[in-house]
Structures are given as C-alpha cells and as structure tokens.
C-alpha cells in the first residue's frame, strides 16, 4: 500500500542524553535543504518542570525520494563519533515502529527500514 504524501516518521533515541541526541539530529537534518522546515522536536513536560522534555523528532516526508535522502543523513548521522551506542526508534503513521542501530545502519538497511516503518512498498517511487 502506498502512503497518502507527506507523511511523518517519528524519531526517538535510546541513550542516556535523549534530549541533546535529538537536538543533534535536528540540527544536522536541518542542514539539508530537503528537510528545512520540516522537522519538529516535541514531548511533554514532566511533573515540576517549566519546560518540556524533548523526547521525538518529527520528520515530515514528502514524495520525490526523500525517504533515500533521510536514509543517508541517519546513517551519516549515526557514524560520527560518540554515537556508536545509539539506537534510533523511528515511528510511522501507521504506528509501525522499527530501530536502527548505530553500529550495524548502512544507507540500504536504513532505506529498507524506513520503507518499512513508512508503509512504502519495497521497491515503489517514494
């Protein structure tokens, strides 16, 4: 089945200082022109907090290849250093969630992952 487009993958990360690894991400996807104004960081705020805690990237992903695009920025992403513990956990809109770990994410894993998670069919025009 082929998503209606733009869809929003949601991205979280298992690691110690959640908060800055996502900010990170957001700044460095930020940097390429396909996704300038197209990222959102969110959360909630916890009990006694003035703010809120950042606790997912949202990503909107339009048609044209961009799911190849986001596939490499992750994985280039992933491969700088003191990033070699992360896992990303990347939601759909379908609630399908899948991780890609910092150690073992080549661009193809990625893009495959991502298909996945954003409902694409393997091998289908993003």
């Given at each position: 089945?082929?998503?209606?487009?733009?869809?929003?993958?949601?991205?979280?990360?298992?690691?110690?200082d959640?908060?800055?690894?996502?900010?990170?991400?957001?700044?460095?996807?930020?940097?390429d022109?396909?996704?300038?104004?197209?990222?959102?960081?969110?959360?909630?705020?916890?009990?006694?907090?003035?703010?809120?805690?950042?606790?997912?990237?949202?990503?909107?992903?339009?048609?044209?290849?961009?799911?190849?695009?986001?596939?490499?920025?992750?994985?280039?992403?992933?491969?700088?250093?003191?990033?070699?513990?992360?896992?990303?956990?990347?939601?759909?809109?379908?609630?399908?969630?899948?991780?890609?770990?910092?150690?073992?994410?080549?661009?193809?894993?990625?893009?495959?992952?991502?298909?996945k998670?954003?409902?694409?069919?393997?091998?289908?025009?993003?």
């Amino acid at each position: 089945m082929t998503p209606k487009w733009p869809v929003e993958a949601q991205i979280s990360v298992t690691e110690l200082d959640e908060r800055k690894q996502l900010e990170s991400l957001d700044s460095w996807l930020r940097l390429d022109s396909a996704f300038r104004g197209r990222t959102r960081l969110s959360g909630t705020p916890s009990e006694g907090d003035l703010g809120t805690a950042v606790e997912l990237l949202a990503v909107a992903i339009g048609s044209g290849g961009v799911i190849s695009v986001l596939a490499t920025s992750l994985s280039t992403w992933l491969q700088q250093p003191k990033k070699a513990d992360i896992i990303l956990k990347v939601t759909g809109p379908n609630g399908t969630t899948v991780e890609i770990d910092a150690k073992r994410a080549t661009p193809q894993e990625v893009t495959e992952l991502l298909n996945k998670t954003l409902g694409t069919e393997e091998g289908a025009t993003e």
